[in-house]
């Protein structure tokens, strides 16, 4: 009787093909995509993908590094600086392997599997960092820019726009004078139910600092901490 429960795995073959990846070295490939979860349960798995985890890590931070310092110019250290590390940290990696459905071609131990590994960041993360050391490896570091170079171009926006989100520079700056983080609080809302207009203060060691309107939570928050920045004189 067939295992319901049983999750079908992408072949490295099919992972090849379906990613237009150069790779002649399936076992190379294989490798990159098997989690230690796998050999502990499998014997005659030879490695899992650590090392080229490691690898691959080293490999993104100079290219991601290279990326960001070409295609922005005019920006200086610091934002460089922002950028690289939001690209490259593992919370990102995980979705550029999502959005690879990397996830239907990891090699997992029962345990892992069942337990929803293949959808994991810190799994999924990884496992493009492998990815990308199993590339390197295979065709060198011309091919790796080929294939990281639009997912880089794809997350460009979002990440711009994350490390220019207010919310983030005002903690970063409480923390910085070593005043916890700041708190949100709604004061007040207006408007029909389909249509509320929240008001919120955002309050930085009990005192506080702006205030910001909005149709929604998120957007009061950012106005609120935007203005906080400005009464702060925060560039």
């Known amino acids: ?13 099919d992972l090849s093909r379906r990613l237009g990846l150069p790779f002649s070295n ?9 989690h230690r979860s796998y050999v502990n349960e499998n014997p005659l798995a ?10 691959g890590d080293a490999v993104l931070d100079f290219i991601v590094g290279a990326w960001v310092y070409n295609r922005f110019p005019e920006m200086p250290e610091g934002d ?22 990397l996830g239907n071609a990891l090699r997992l131990g029962r345990g892992e599997a069942a337990s929803g590994g293949s959808n994991r960041d810190n799994l999924l993360g990884s496992a493009f960092e492998a990815l990308v050391g199993a590339l390197f490896l295979e065709s060198g570091l011309g091919m790796v820019e080929a294939f990281v170079h639009p997912i880089l171009e794809d997350a460009r ?13 005002l903690q970063e700056w409480a923390q910085a004078q070593k005043l916890g983080a700041p708190r949100y609080r709604v004061i007040g809302t ?25 149709t929604s939570k998120s957007h009061a928050e950012h106005a609120a901490a935007q203005d906080a920045l ?6």
Request: net charge negative; aromatic share 4%.
């Open 26 to 34: 399936l076992a190379l490939l294989t490798r990159a995509l098997t």
């Open 230 to 235: 400005n009464k702060l004189n925060v560039m």
């Open 190 to 214: 207006s408007g029909p139910d389909h249509l509320v207009t929240f008001e919120i203060v955002v309050e930085i060691a009990g005192a506080a600092k702006g205030e910001g309107k909005g």
């Open 1 to 13: 009787m067939p295992n319901l429960n049983a999750r079908e795995v992408e072949s490295a073959s």
């Open 80 to 101: 460089l600086t922002k950028v690289r590390s939001a690209l490259v940290r593992n919370e990102q990696l995980a979705k550029f392997a999502r959005k690879l459905e």
């Open 46 to 55: 030879v490695d899992d993908n650590e090392r080229l985890e490691f690898l």
């Open 157 to 169: 926006e979002l990440i711009l726009n994350e490390i220019h989100d207010p919310k983030s520079k």
